[in-house]
């Protein structure tokens, strides 16, 4: 897949998951639940599973002959013993419907190999470094805020979350903590949740793309888009992802391409 394409893949790559040479069975070690459709829990890691923050794998549900295998973005640590996901629980959904079934202990497979290019070497230095996630689109830029090595290369980290309303701000106090778990840091956290469904909960409460558009996201952020220092990262809704695609393309910025790194990167979640 060429880095510049948005990723959207649902169903075992031929001879990846479906060969279960190439997946190993997990146990689940935890649950917590932000609300009825909102899970993040955690797995144990097979000893020889290697990914970079922002990576995803796939993760496999249900009997030998019928498993769903979806792809689930890490939101651990490289250096953590377990594995760590978000999730949401669509209504319906053949994966979700199997997740919502399971219980600490209960086996989960986990493909071998971690995938994607939501990962910050895609990207040329730069000084502010731009995660813009809505819903589960969190994950990824949690493991990458996990990531010691983050807080030394940038001088600003700026984390904008999205969702429909403030109990799916999944890890919030874990991610205003982050700037004294990682001290002495050259990195400034700037975390900017947005509740677009809970009038008041947030200071912001529009879309992302309307925020861009009429500069309250720089605003809010004390740090104005430059296309010399600001690098951008966004994750989830593929709607998000190609607004904010064309209005960054108009302004200059471009992902990797043939290998020379960008100023942006996009994953889109379905
Ligand atoms: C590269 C990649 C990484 C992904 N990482 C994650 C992740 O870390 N966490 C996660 O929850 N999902 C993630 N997804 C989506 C995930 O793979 C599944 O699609 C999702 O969990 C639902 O699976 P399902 O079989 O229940 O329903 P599906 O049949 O796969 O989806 C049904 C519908 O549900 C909606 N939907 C699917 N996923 C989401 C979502 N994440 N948020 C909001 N609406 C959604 C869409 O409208 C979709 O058409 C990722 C997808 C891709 C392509
Ligand atoms: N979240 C829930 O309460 C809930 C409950 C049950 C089931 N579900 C199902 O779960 C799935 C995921 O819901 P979700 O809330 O995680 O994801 P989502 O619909 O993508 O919403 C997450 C955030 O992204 C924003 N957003 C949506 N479309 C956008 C766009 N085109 N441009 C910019 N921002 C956009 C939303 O704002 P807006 O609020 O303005 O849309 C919200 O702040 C859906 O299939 C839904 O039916 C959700």
Known sequence: MNADTESRQDGPAPNSAANPAKWTDETVLAFRAWTPTL???????????????????RLGLGADDAAVWRPYSMASAVQDDFLEFIAVLVPGGAFSEQLRQLRVGDSLRVDKAAYGFLTVDQLAPGKDLWLLASGTGLGPFVSILREPTVWQNFERLILVHSVRHSAELAWREEITALPDRFAPTKAALRYLPIVTREPGATALADRIPLLLADGRLEAAAASPLSLAGSRLMVCGNPELAKELRQTLSARGYATNRRGVPGQMAFEKYW
């Open 39 to 57: 899970l993040t829990f955690r797995s144990t890691r097979p000893a020889a599973f290697r990914f970079t923050p922002g990576h995803y794998t």
